[in-house]
C-alpha cells in the first residue's frame, strides 16, 4: 500500500504535469489560426480542382481556384463538391419556387453528389452533435444558389428612392457658321428603378423616368438692294422638342403589372405648345431573358392639348387653334435587346387614339443603338417620328429627328 504524499510533494508533482500538457494547449490554440482547408471540386472525368465555391445560376456553378482563376462550370461535369474547413454560407431557390418570407429558402453550407445539390443547416445553439438531414435538390431543379449573407439582405432591406436608379444620359450638338448661322442641340436623361436589383427575387416595383429636348436655331440673312441705314433683315427658324414622361409600375406577378403614367410634350415643329397626360392601366412582359425584354401596356388617360398661337406666312391674321381636352388611351410596345460586342437596341412605339374626338390621336415612334467605345461611354444613333393628326393651324403633322451622339451608362 502506498502511502500518501506530503502536501509539498503532491503540488510538485501536478506542476510538472502540467508543464507536460502546455505543448498540447498550445497545438489546440493554434487551430484557428491555421489556414482552411479549400473546397475540393471533382470533375466527371476524375480530375480535382481545389479553391472556394462562390455560387450557382441558370445550371452552371461559380468556382473561384488560386491555380486557374473562376471558373463557370455546369452541373453536368461535377462529379462530387466537397466543402472545406471554412465552408461557405448559401441560400438555395428552386425553379418555378417563388422566394417569400414566410417560406425561406434553405439555408448553410452546399455540397454536390450523385447529382444532388445538397444544403447542410447549422447545427443548433447547443446542439453541436446534431445530425439533421441536409436538403437535397436535384440540380435541374436548382435556380440560384446565392451567398446566405446577400440573400438575407435583399429579403429583409428597404431600399430608399434615391437608391439603385440606373440609366444614361445622351448629348449631341450640331453647328454651322457660315452665310447661314446654325446651332442644334439634344440632350437626354433615361432613368430606371427596377426593384429588387437581383434577377432571383420577383419583381416588385419599377420606376421610369425620360427627359429628351431638342433645340435649334438657325440665322438665314436675305439679301436686297443697299439702301443707306437699312439693315438686311435675318430669317430665324427655330425648333424646340420637349418630351418628359414617368411610369411606376406594380407587380401583380412577375409578368404582368398594374401601372400610373404622366407624360408632358411641347413641339414648336408642330405649333403644340403644352400637351399633358395622365392616365393608368396594365402591362405585360412577353419576353424577359438575359438578352431581350418586350413589354406591352396600355393606360386610359387624361389628356390636354394647348396649342401656339401663330400667324399666316409670318403676317396677320393671327391664328388660334383652341385647347382640346380628350380621353383616350396610350397602346406601348417597347423592346430592348443586347447584340454582339455588347452594343445595345432600343426601340418603342406609342399609339394614343382619342375616344371622345377621334380625329384628334397621335403617336410616336422612337429607335436607337448604342455602341460601346470607352468603358461606359457609347456612341449613340437615334432616329424619332413624332406625329400629330391634328395639328395647329399651318404646322404640320409629322416631326422627325435622327440624332447622333455620346451616351454615358450609369452603371
Same mark, same amino acid.
Given at each position: 500500500?502506498?502511502?500518501?504524499?506530503?502536501?509539498?510533494?503532491?503540488?510538485?508533482?501536478?506542476?510538472?504535469?502540467?508543464?507536460? !500538457?502546455?505543448?498540447?494547449?498550445?497545438?489546440?490554440?493554434?487551430?484557428?489560426?491555421?489556414?482552411?482547408?479549400?473546397?475540393?471540386?471533382?470533375?466527371?472525368?476524375?480530375?480535382?480542382?481545389?479553391?472556394?465555391?462562390?455560387?450557382?445560376?441558370?445550371?452552371?456553378?461559380?468556382?473561384?481556384?488560386?491555380?486557374?482563376?473562376?471558373?463557370?462550370?455546369?452541373?453536368?461535369?461535377?462529379?462530387?463538391?466537397?466543402?472545406?474547413?471554412?465552408?461557405?454560407?448559401?441560400?438555395?431557390?428552386?425553379?418555378?419556387?417563388?422566394?417569400?418570407?414566410?417560406?425561406?429558402?434553405?439555408?448553410?453550407?452546399?455540397?454536390?453528389?450523385?447529382?444532388?445539390?445538397?444544403?447542410?443547416?447549422?447545427?443548433?445553439?447547443?446542439?453541436?452533435?446534431?445530425?439533421?438531414?441536409?436538403?437535397?435538390?436535384?440540380?435541374?431543379?436548382?435556380? !440560384?444558389?446565392?451567398?446566405?449573407?446577400?440573400?438575407?439582405?435583399?429579403?429583409?432591406?428597404?431600399?430608399?428612392?434615391?437608391?439603385?436608379?440606373?440609366?444614361?444620359?445622351?448629348?449631341?450638338?450640331?453647328?454651322?457658321?457660315?452665310?447661314?448661322?446654325?446651332?442644334?442641340?439634344?440632350?437626354?436623361?433615361?432613368?430606371?428603378?427596377?426593384? /429588387?436589383?437581383? /434577377?432571383?427575387?420577383?419583381?416588385?416595383?419599377?420606376?421610369?423616368?425620360?427627359?429628351?429636348?431638342?433645340?435649334?436655331?438657325?440665322?438665314?440673312?436675305?439679301?436686297?438692294?443697299?439702301?443707306?441705314?437699312?439693315?438686311?433683315?435675318?430669317?430665324?427658324?427655330?425648333?424646340?422638342?420637349?418630351?418628359?414622361?414617368?411610369?411606376?409600375?406594380?407587380?401583380?406577378?412577375?409578368?404582368?403589372?398594374?401601372?400610373?403614367?404622366?407624360?408632358?410634350?411641347?413641339? !414648336?415643329?408642330?405649333?403644340?405648345?403644352?400637351?399633358?397626360?395622365?392616365?393608368?392601366?396594365?402591362?405585360?412582359?412577353?419576353?424577359?431573358?438575359?438578352?431581350?425584354?418586350?413589354?406591352?401596356?396600355?393606360?386610359?388617360?387624361?389628356?390636354?392639348?394647348?396649342?401656339?398661337?401663330?400667324?399666316?406666312?409670318?403676317?396677320?391674321?393671327?391664328?388660334?387653334?383652341?385647347?382640346?381636352?380628350?380621353?383616350?388611351?396610350?397602346?406601348?410596345?417597347?423592346?430592348?435587346?443586347?447584340?454582339?460586342?455588347?452594343?445595345?437596341?432600343?426601340?418603342?412605339?406609342?399609339?394614343?387614339?382619342?375616344?371622345?374626338?377621334?380625329?384628334?390621336?397621335?403617336?410616336?415612334?422612337?429607335?436607337?443603338?448604342?455602341?460601346?467605345?470607352?468603358?461606359?461611354?457609347?456612341?449613340?444613333?437615334?432616329?424619332?417620328?413624332?406625329?400629330?393628326?391634328? /395639328?395647329?393651324?399651318?404646322?404640320?403633322?409629322?416631326?422627325?429627328?435622327?440624332?447622333?451622339?455620346?451616351?454615358?451608362?450609369?452603371?
Amino acid at each position: 500500500m502506498l502511502k500518501s504524499l506530503p502536501l509539498s510533494a503532491a503540488l510538485a508533482v501536478l506542476f510538472v504535469s502540467a508543464l507536460a !500538457y502546455l505543448p498540447s494547449i498550445s497545438a489546440q490554440s493554434a487551430k484557428p489560426g491555421e489556414k482552411p482547408t479549400p473546397d475540393v471540386l471533382v470533375f466527371t472525368n476524375g480530375d480535382q480542382l481545389t479553391g472556394q465555391l462562390k455560387s450557382a445560376a441558370g445550371g452552371n456553378v461559380v468556382f473561384a481556384s488560386d491555380m486557374a482563376g473562376t471558373l463557370t462550370i455546369s452541373f453536368d461535369k461535377i462529379k462530387e463538391l466537397r466543402s472545406g474547413s471554412n465552408p461557405a454560407q448559401f441560400a438555395l431557390l428552386k425553379k418555378g419556387v417563388p422566394v417569400l418570407k414566410s417560406s425561406p429558402a434553405p439555408e448553410g453550407t452546399a455540397t454536390i453528389a450523385e447529382g444532388d445539390v445538397l444544403i447542410h443547416a447549422d447545427a443548433p445553439a447547443g446542439n453541436s452533435s446534431s445530425s439533421s438531414e441536409p436538403a437535397k435538390v436535384p440540380t435541374k431543379d436548382v435556380d !440560384y444558389l446565392v451567398a446566405k449573407a446577400e440573400f438575407d439582405k435583399q429579403i429583409a432591406h428597404k431600399v430608399g428612392f434615391f437608391h439603385a436608379w440606373t440609366g444614361s444620359a445622351t448629348a449631341g450638338a450640331t453647328l454651322v457658321r457660315s452665310t447661314t448661322t446654325a446651332n442644334t442641340f439634344t440632350a437626354a436623361l433615361n432613368l430606371i428603378r427596377a426593384l /429588387p436589383t437581383v /434577377p432571383w427575387l420577383a419583381p416588385r416595383n419599377r420606376t421610369t423616368l425620360n427627359v429628351v429636348e431638342t433645340y435649334g436655331k438657325n440665322t438665314t440673312p436675305t439679301y436686297i438692294p443697299a439702301q443707306p441705314g437699312v439693315a438686311n433683315p435675318n430669317i430665324v427658324t427655330l425648333s424646340s422638342i420637349f418630351h418628359t414622361d414617368a411610369e411606376r409600375d406594380e407587380y401583380i406577378s412577375p409578368r404582368f403589372y398594374a401601372l400610373g403614367d404622366l407624360s408632358f410634350d411641347h413641339n !414648336y415643329a408642330q405649333g403644340l405648345g403644352f400637351q399633358q397626360v395622365y392616365g393608368g392601366g396594365f402591362g405585360w412582359t412577353a419576353i424577359k431573358d438575359a438578352k431581350q425584354e418586350l413589354d406591352l401596356k396600355a393606360d386610359l388617360h387624361y389628356e390636354k392639348q394647348s396649342y401656339i398661337t401663330s400667324s399666316i406666312n409670318g403676317t396677320v391674321p393671327t391664328v388660334v387653334t383652341p385647347t382640346t381636352n380628350l380621353i383616350g388611351s396610350t397602346i406601348f410596345q417597347g423592346y430592348h435587346r443586347t447584340l454582339p460586342k455588347k452594343m445595345v437596341f432600343t426601340e418603342s412605339l406609342n399609339v394614343l387614339p382619342a375616344f371622345n374626338v377621334a380625329k384628334d390621336y397621335s403617336a410616336n415612334a422612337s429607335a436607337s443603338l448604342a455602341i460601346p467605345v470607352f468603358k461606359r461611354l457609347s456612341a449613340s444613333v437615334t432616329t424619332t417620328d413624332n406625329f400629330l393628326n391634328d /395639328p395647329a393651324v399651318g404646322y404640320k403633322k409629322n416631326s422627325y429627328q435622327f440624332v447622333t451622339g455620346v451616351t454615358y451608362a450609369f452603371q
